[in-house]
């Protein structure tokens, strides 16, 4: 299976690896790491040259599945507290980051399927993207297919619980990211990536939580600061509107996959509960979420959407009576 497959080319890199190595692996088109290699350093040109061609090969695994999937370029430097500038800019460049954000979340699932043993729902998941990919017109969508297949697959065969593990799972397959606003850094990332277009976040006082859906903030074009997240057992609430969502479906459910894996590796000490989730109009959407210091996560899959006129009419929008 690929997850097997995945697993092994990732376990090979980080035998290259060490905590204190001189070298590391970026993209020479994008200027950032592949995802197999981010957040590793190699103690020399040798082994950040094998973890780079590995890199290739994990990426060659999943377009064996998806040929559009785009050629990495990955390049061996020496490790700097500067990012390194990406080489060209063209303007597909969004795109790729789109397509590559995609498969670097599909990966890491598959992966992480593999790893704890769900083999039945990663053959499932992998026959549903291949059944779609064969009616789907545009070979770019295919990124978008393969995430949504795991998600739908993963919505169907796994409890609660076990949603839980496999995400959480994968995030940490991820490199951590520190940011004092990680709920707003995330949807920073998926906007900049295209997964999504504007966005808002309010943080919410936990006493106002049965209140939110008649104390929203409807405008679409200012971003809030989001609040600091705390210590102790604190729990924040907060509310999350965006438009143009990549996964929007109207199937009584909004899926929450891709956002609750990129926050968690954020908030890695943290629990992360999306609570609920609304269509404000044709192409824009409500998430509510909480995260504590204590208890486990949940919604991490997808989470139910509130029943409304604009669920259910997709000719409707926030400017209509």
């Known amino acids: 299976?690929?997850?097997?497959?995945?697993?092994?080319?990732?376990?090979?890199?980080?035998?290259?690896?060490?905590?204190?190595?001189?070298?590391?692996?970026?993209?020479?088109?994008?200027?950032?790491?592949?995802?197999?290699?981010?957040?590793?350093?190699?103690?020399?040109?040798?082994?950040?040259?094998?973890?780079?061609?590995?890199?290739?090969?994990?990426?060659?695994?999943?377009?064996?599945?998806?040929?559009?999937?785009?050629?990495?370029?990955?390049?061996?430097?020496?490790?700097?507290?500067?990012?390194?500038?990406?080489?060209?800019?063209?303007?597909?460049?969004?795109?790729?980051?789109?397509?590559?954000?995609?498969h670097d979340i599909a990966g890491a699932v598959f992966e992480s399927l593999s790893a704890l043993g769900h083999r039945e729902v990663e053959s499932a998941a992998m026959e549903t993207y291949l059944t779609l990919a064969e009616v789907v017109g545009d070979e770019s969508d295919f990124c978008l297919t393969m995430?949504?297949?795991?998600?739908?697959?993963?919505?169907?065969?796994?409890?609660?619980?076990?949603q839980t593990a496999i995400v959480e799972h994968t995030a940490e397959l991820f490199a951590p990211v520190r940011t004092p606003n990680p709920v707003g850094a995330t949807l920073r990332l998926l906007e900049s990536v295209g997964f999504l277009e504007g966005y808002s976040v309010r943080p919410v006082p936990t006493g106002e939580r049965e209140d939110v859906n008649d104390d929203r903030d409807r405008t679409t074009g200012e971003r809030d600061e989001p609040g600091v997240e705390r210590g102790g057992d604190e729990r924040r609430c907060w509310?999350?509107?965006?438009?143009?969502?990549?996964?929007?479906?109207?199937?009584?459910?909004?899926?929450?996959?891709?956002?609750?894996?990129?926050?968690?590796?954020?908030?890695?000490?943290?629990s992360v509960q999306f609570v609920e989730g609304e269509a404000l109009s044709d192409s824009r959407w409500r998430l509510c979420l909480e995260t504590c210091q204590t208890g486990s996560s949940d919604g991490l899959v997808s989470v139910e959407v509130a029943e409304n006129r604009w669920l259910n009419d997709t000719g409707l929008s926030l400017h209509q009576d």
Not at 83 to 94: C, G, N, S, W
Not at 147 to 162: F, I, K
Not at 239 to 264: C, K, N, V
Request: with cysteine.
């Open 239 to 270: 509310e999350l509107t965006f438009g143009e969502y990549a996964l929007a479906e109207r199937t009584g459910r909004i899926p929450t996959l891709p956002i609750a894996i990129d926050l968690l590796r954020r908030v890695r000490s943290q």
């Open 1 to 102: 299976m690929v997850g097997g497959t995945l697993r092994d080319i990732r376990a090979e890199i980080q035998s290259l690896s060490c905590p204190d190595g001189d070298y590391e692996v970026v993209c020479g088109r994008s200027g950032i790491a592949p995802s197999a290699v981010a957040g590793l350093a190699f103690p020399d040109r040798l082994a950040a040259g094998e973890a780079a061609d590995l890199a290739g090969t994990y990426r060659a695994t999943l377009r064996r599945y998806d040929p559009s999937i785009p050629f990495d370029d990955p390049l061996v430097h020496e490790v700097s507290p500067t990012p390194i500038p990406p080489l060209a800019t063209t303007p597909e460049d969004k795109h790729t980051r789109y397509t590559l954000f995609c």
């Open 147 to 162: 995430v949504w297949s795991l998600m739908s697959e993963m919505d169907v065969r796994l409890s609660v619980a076990e």
